[in-house]
């Protein structure tokens, strides 16, 4: 007879390395209560998840239907993306920003951003390296590289609220003098999310001169590229000439085009980094459908109206919102890109924390935002606010803001209650 060992769940680890790593989700909590109020009959206004509303334009769609038709179009697709679809990548790329990409060794399709994010971080990455990544930031950007094993520096997104390019250089500059080891990669993301923040092309030109004279790779991520409300469209990190020796930038159909869930993005600019994400995809993934794809090529090659509709779309919405809260008595700085506005607490609420008013928030105004520390540590002291509801119900939750923060005194009183007891 041979001894088995026993395997109970005290034989197992607490918990398995790379989950270890993570920290508690942040949003769990405001999730759970969301969920919990609309199952008792509220009505929740939620500005909480950057998940675009609105339908994915008519042709695009069309041209799926269309080819899925098409029985041929059912087998495995190629994970680095079909040649069309890569063409027409760099097609969007000389237009809008003057770059020329080689669709061979320059473009490779990903799941959406946030996959081809995660997988070069696993890619680039070897135990203990150390990577920069701001903060606050989207949670993909520090966290793809602590899965993938390495260490992070954080570096400060914001200066007295706002994006500071000079303060933001010198940051970076401190880091990559003083890390060990010495950094390996930057991450950083204009338009931001979560804070709307923007950069012009003289920032990019002294970040790529910073990272060649340090040897630091950058990642941009360019996914709110089209979602601008001034006459300054947003540059990419390519358009400095010899970006690519250092620099490869990410992009997303899902909000350009309203195609969130067809998880269709890119990876495109250093051919290094490329190779080294379309290998660690070919083991991973046979790259999405083939009909998706395709359409996806529809939409970059096409009409760009819908393009212009959307972003008007988001604009108009982020004017109802910033002159409706500000009637209310929660006044937003109102942001010049992304979907999103990021929002100091209201001074009453400010010492509760994000977390604590996001609560507040969401039982007396049946508004969900996302709270700020769940964005990084340096998050806290904000909400942020995505621009996913239609402009009747923005003006509804700003009605329901309104009557929260006449009565802060008492809401206040009954939290710090709440939390006395709770320590007892």
């Known amino acids: 007879m041979t001894d088995t060992p026993a395997l109970g769940h005290n034989s197992q680890p607490e918990e398995f390395y790379r989950i270890k790593r993570l920290p508690p989700y942040v949003f769990a909590e405001v999730n759970r209560l969301k969920a919990e109020y609309r199952a008792g009959g509220m009505d929740i206004i939620d500005f909480g998840m950057g998940n675009p509303d609105e339908d994915t334009p008519k042709h695009i769609v069309d041209k799926l239907i269309e080819t899925v038709q098409k029985p041929r179009t059912h087998r495995y697709s190629t994970s680095r993306g079909i040649p069309g679809l890569r063409k027409a990548q760099a097609g969007y790329y000389m237009r809008r920003f003057g770059v020329e990409l080689n669709p061979e060794t320059e473009i490779v399709a990903t799941l959406g951003s946030k996959e081809g994010l995660a997988n070069l971080a696993m890619a680039i990455t070897a135990p203990g390296d150390v990577m920069l990544t701001p903060n606050p930031s989207y949670p993909i950007h520090p966290y793809g590289f602590m899965i993938a094993g390495g260490a992070l520096r954080h570096i400060p997104a914001l200066h007295n609220g706002a994006f500071d390019p000079e303060a933001y250089l010198r940051e970076v500059d401190k880091a990559a003098h003083h890390t060990v080891p010495k950094p390996a990669a930057l991450v950083v993301n204009f338009p931001s999310n979560p804070t709307a923040q923007v950069c012009d092309l003289d920032f990019y030109t002294d970040l790529v001169a910073l990272a060649k004279k340090h040897g630091i790779w950058l990642l941009s991520d360019l996914a709110y590229a089209e979602i601008y409300f001034d006459d300054n469209p947003p540059p990419s990190i390519l358009q400095v000439p010899g970006a690519k020796d250092v620099a490869c930038e990410f992009t997303s ?61 988001y604009k108009n919405r982020r004017d109802v919102l910033i002159d409706a809260f500000a009637r209310a008595g929660w006044n937003i700085p109102s942001p010049p890109a992304t979907m999103f506005a990021w929002a100091p607490v209201p001074e009453p609420f400010a010492h509760l924390g994000s977390m604590a008013f996001s609560k507040i928030l969401l039982r007396e105004a049946e508004v969900a935002v996302a709270p700020g520390v769940g964005f990084g540590e340096y998050g806290e002291g904000f909400v942020r606010l995505g621009l996913v509801e239609n402009e009747q119900r923005i003006r509804q939750a700003a009605r329901g803001v309104k009557k929260m923060l006449a009565n802060a005194d008492a809401l206040i009183a009954r939290e710090m209650q709440e939390r006395e007891e709770a320590g007892a």
């Open 253 to 313: 159909m899902s909000k350009t085009y309203s195609m969130p869930g067809w998880r269709m993005g890119f990876a495109v600019g250093n051919t290094r980094l490329i190779a080294a994400l379309t290998r660690i995809k070919s083991y991973l993934d046979y790259g999405a459908f083939t009909p998706i794809q395709v359409a996806a090529a529809t939409a970059l090659n096409g009409p760009q109206d819908c393009v212009g509709e959307i972003r008007a779309l």
